[in-house]
């Protein structure tokens, strides 16, 4: 009985995904991660330049701390359940589609967007799309989209994570291109 409960209580933190400081549901370490990273680094910055290399050490730890939380707040907020739902309804109305291709073809650029949104945190998306550029051989899947292609896609998503919550005009609504 006593290893049925443990089991029970196991699978319950494991399905909530549980932060393991706070021990809240729904721990986000890639976004926590991503904005300690980014926090970490402009507050040590920041303080630096103030207070010299002690003020800088100070201003890393604080703005690791803070930054973790927006990464966190920012992780969670993202549904790739309803991001995919979205795109798979919504792909042949955008100005970049092709006939040609398939929501498979577009759903790795789609899902590289709203994942790389919070990851860089702090970029627009211009400053990071060499990076998205650089990943996207690894992360396109089966899809036959070269980068100068599936990059409409991926900006449609990241400035939808973006822009969530207000009626914005994504870049691509206005500078879509063409496969």
């Known amino acids: 009985m006593a290893d049925q409960k443990r089991d029970h209580i196991h699978a319950t933190e494991t399905s909530e995904n549980r932060d393991p400081i706070s021990g809240e549901p729904g721990a986000h370490p890639i976004g926590t991660g991503v904005g300690t990273a980014a926090g970490g680094m402009a507050a040590g910055m920041a303080a630096g330049a103030v207070a010299g290399p002690v003020g800088a050490a100070v201003g890393a730890v604080a703005g690791g701390i803070v930054g973790g939380l927006a990464g966190k707040s920012v992780a969670e907020s993202i549904d790739p359940t309803a991001e995919d739902a979205y795109w798979r309804e919504n792909h042949t109305s955008r100005p970049y589609y092709d006939a040609s291709s398939t929501y498979d073809d577009y759903a790795p650029a789609y899902r590289h967007g709203w994942e790389s949104r919070s990851r ?12 998205l550029r650089s990943s996207w051989e690894s992360v396109k899947d089966k899809s036959r989209l070269t980068w100068d292609h599936a990059k409409h896609a991926t900006r449609d ?21 063409t496969r």
């Open 120 to 131: 860089y945190a702090g970029r627009s998306f211009d400053e990071a799309e060499p990076d």
């Open 157 to 177: 998503a990241w400035d939808r994570i973006e822009h969530a919550g207000s009626s914005a005009h994504t870049h691509s609504q206005t500078h879509g291109g």
